[in-house]
């Protein structure tokens, strides 16, 4: 194994890389989470639970409470099994569509619905509230048991689904049969090796990422892509996206009815596009600083020597955003004003409210990812997607299971499911800074974080922002994309719009039921809390996307001549994005 040149300097000691190893070998066994994070967190609450008398009575007397609820709801159904009309003990949470279905009414599925969700809410109410527990550790209890509760839940199994029972008789079994052979084709899927994309409906170059266009630069780490232009003139300005280097980059470049790449291009727009290199073993050293230099720093450079602007307008993706931030603030350190402005999507600059990720992210469950990391070389795509389903897994595994794998139902295709499948690895070392450096310390909102050996501040940044913030987001709360207010000096717009990390962001217009909310406050004005902008800006039905173009389009410049497009070379979409 190659020497470790990172964060672990005692490594060349044997017994250190010992350590490193068995760890490794242990996250393979437990999916990559640290024990020692799980048994602080269960060590603190059941501590602190010995600790509170008058919590564990409260307990016990609700526990009385909801036995003796629910035998008088089950007696009532029982004796006249036909009537649905008994009022409902407790009543599932409004994302909760377990059990909506007129089936769930009749006994003695209703009785057992409802004794599922009166233990769903005991548990709530015995994991939270407990005092002097850290409420780090509270919030891991709190997400654990309830994977726990989701994965018992009477929908996901045969024998309790009335929904699934019925199928089967209606059926005639085949149902079943063809859940079996939806599981048989998913876990064909998992073999590691095999890459699904090739049979897909949305196939990269070929449905998905189908804009027009070359790529002019690449280096060891991304490939600049320019579009072609779909109008005679051009705005003057062009105008750069930075993606999250996590996934692919087509999710901005998607169907052509769902392309913001093909959106802008057709207003009139020079568009150029970051594709990260899917990072291999051999890519382990590979910095944040890396990624800011070979990406952003480099794609700017390409863009001004090649169409001659003074200025570009940058866009950035989640963690793209992040990274372009980083780069803007440094620019502006160095004097450097080649920025036009920012559009910040989903981006999140300050770490201390991080959302449910954080659940993953502590110094014991950093360490034990490092190991994990220090051993391969990088994270792998199946580790990170894992830890994103389990935050949705009503939506994501078992409602998707229960539909394929009991029902037997086709699995719905989209484009953005077909992105959302198709991820990319992180190097151990950018992996291991971005951890450590936002989510751990957060020394970008803190003034701690260093480019060329100097500290940053986004304070420094002076030019226009446009921030995006999607309502239900669970990677990058809008709460928390909001602190981009407070961390500059800058005029701030900002957009509130329905749907989450992603399906937010992908909002053509036309697009049913979505809705934003918008407003520009300048740093001259008085700083206004995230709760109270939501409650006083108006809200907006339909795509997010005009607004914004109408707010690029004042700081683009006046239309000219497109630039010109190379005759030769690579075309879109390029190699680094159809690496599996």
């Known amino acids: 194994?190659?020497?470790?040149?990172?964060?672990?300097?005692?490594?060349?000691?044997?017994?250190?890389?010992?350590?490193?190893?068995?760890?490794?070998?242990?996250?393979?066994?437990?999916?990559?989470?640290?024990?020692?994070?799980?048994?602080?967190?269960?060590?603190?609450?059941?501590?602190?639970?010995?600790?509170?008398?008058?919590?564990?009575?409260?307990?016990?007397?609700?526990?009385?409470?909801?036995?003796?609820?629910?035998?008088?709801?089950?007696?009532?159904?029982?004796?006249?099994?036909?009537?649905?009309?008994?009022?409902?003990?407790?009543?599932?949470?409004?994302?909760?569509r377990r059990f909506s279905d007129p089936a769930w009414q009749q006994w003695p599925f209703?009785?057992?619905?409802?004794?599922?969700?009166?233990?769903?809410?005991?548990?709530?109410?015995?994991?939270?509230?407990?005092?002097?527990?850290?409420?780090?550790?509270?919030?891991?209890?709190?997400?654990?048991?309830?994977?726990?509760?989701?994965?018992?839940?009477?929908?996901?199994?045969?024998?309790?689904?009335?929904?699934?029972?019925?199928?089967?008789?209606?059926?005639?079994?085949?149902?079943?049969?063809?859940?079996?052979?939806?599981?048989?084709?998913?876990?064909?899927?998992?073999?590691?090796?095999?890459?699904?994309?090739?049979?897909?409906?949305?196939?990269v170059g070929k449905e998905v990422a189908v804009t027009p266009g070359k790529v002019v630069f690449h280096n060891k780490l991304i490939e600049l892509i320019q579009y072609a232009p779909a109008s005679k003139t051009v705005h003057a300005?062009?105008?750069?996206?930075?993606?999250?280097?996590?996934?692919?980059?087509?999710?901005?470049?998607?169907?052509?009815?769902?392309?913001?790449?093909?959106?802008?291009?057709?207003?009139?727009?020079?568009?150029?596009?970051?594709?990260?290199?899917?990072?291999?073993?051999?890519?382990?050293?590979?910095?944040?600083?890396?990624y800011?230099?070979?990406?952003?720093?480099?794609?700017?450079?390409?863009?001004?020597?090649?169409?001659?602007?003074?200025?570009?307008?940058?866009?950035?993706?989640?963690?793209?955003?992040t990274l372009l931030s980083i780069a803007a603030a440094s620019?502006?350190?160095?004097?450097?004003?080649?920025?036009?402005?920012?559009?910040?999507?989903?981006?999140?600059?300050?770490?201390?409210?991080?959302?449910?990720?954080?659940?993953?992210?502590?110094?014991?469950?950093?360490?034990?990812?490092?190991?994990?990391?220090?051993?391969?070389?990088?994270?792998?795509?199946?580790?990170?997607?894992?830890?994103?389903?389990?935050?949705r897994s009503n939506d994501l595994i078992w409602s998707r299971r229960l539909h394929q794998y009991l029902l037997g139902l086709p699995e719905q295709k989209s484009d953005l499911m077909a992105w959302n499948a198709d991820a990319t690895r992180m190097p151990?070392?950018?992996?291991?800074?971005?951890?450590?450096q936002l989510f751990l310390k957060n020394d970008l909102a803190e003034g701690r974080y260093l480019t060329d050996g100097r500290p940053i501040s986004l304070t420094d940044i002076r030019l226009p922002v446009f921030a995006v913030g999607t309502v239900t987001d669970h990677v990058a709360p809008w709460r928390s994309v909001f602190k981009i207010h407070r961390l500059t000096d800058t005029d701030v717009t900002f957009v509130l719009t329905s749907g989450g990390h992603n399906a937010g962001v992908v909002s053509p217009p036309g697009h049913p039921h979505r809705s934003y909310q918008i407003a520009t406050h300048t740093d001259k004005q008085s700083m206004v809390d995230a709760s109270a902008w939501q409650a006083g800006v108006e809200r907006h039905e339909g795509s997010w996307w005009p607004a914004w173009e109408a707010w690029l389009r004042k700081r683009s410049g006046k239309r000219v001549a497109p630039p010109p497009m190379p005759t030769h070379g690579l075309a879109a979409p390029g190699k680094y994005v159809m690496q599996p």
């Open 1 to 96: 194994m190659a020497p470790l040149r990172y964060d672990y300097p005692e490594s060349d000691n044997d017994s250190a890389r010992l350590d490193l190893m068995s760890n490794a070998w242990l996250g393979k066994m437990s999916g990559n989470i640290s024990p020692a994070a799980m048994f602080n967190a269960y060590t603190d609450w059941i501590t602190h639970l010995a600790l509170s008398p008058t919590k564990r009575v409260a307990l016990l007397q609700k526990a009385w409470q909801n036995w003796e609820r629910w035998s008088v709801y089950n007696r009532a159904c029982c004796n006249d099994s036909e009537n649905t009309s008994s009022p409902a003990c407790i009543e599932p949470l409004p994302q909760d």
């Open 110 to 203: 209703n009785a057992i619905s409802q004794g599922f969700l009166l233990q769903q809410q005991w548990w709530h109410r015995a994991t939270t509230g407990v005092r002097g527990l850290s409420q780090h550790h509270e919030d891991v209890v709190t997400f654990t048991v309830r994977q726990v509760l989701d994965m018992l839940a009477p929908s996901n199994f045969f024998a309790t689904n009335p929904v699934v029972q019925q199928a089967t008789v209606n059926s005639g079994g085949s149902n079943l049969v063809q859940g079996a052979l939806n599981a048989m084709s998913d876990w064909r899927k998992s073999v590691p090796g095999q890459h699904d994309n090739e049979n897909s409906d949305f196939r």
């Open 237 to 290: 300005v062009p105008l750069l996206f930075v993606p999250a280097w996590i996934m692919k980059y087509y999710i901005l470049d998607l169907s052509p009815q769902n392309s913001l790449v093909k959106y802008l291009v057709d207003l009139g727009y020079t568009v150029y596009m970051i594709s990260w290199k899917n990072p291999v073993a051999e890519d382990r050293e590979l910095s944040m600083d890396d």
């Open 292 to 321: 800011r230099r070979l990406g952003v720093m480099a794609a700017i450079d390409t863009i001004v020597a090649q169409t001659g602007s003074k200025q570009i307008n940058a866009v950035g993706y989640c963690l793209g955003g």
């Open 331 to 391: 620019m502006a350190r160095d004097g450097d004003n080649r920025l036009a402005s920012m559009s910040l999507f989903a981006s999140q600059v300050d770490f201390e409210e991080p959302g449910e990720l954080s659940l993953f992210i502590d110094e014991s469950q950093v360490s034990f990812l490092e190991a994990v990391m220090w051993d391969q070389g990088y994270l792998d795509t199946k580790q990170m997607a894992g830890a994103f389903q389990l935050l």
């Open 428 to 436: 151990y070392r950018m992996h291991s800074e971005y951890l450590r």
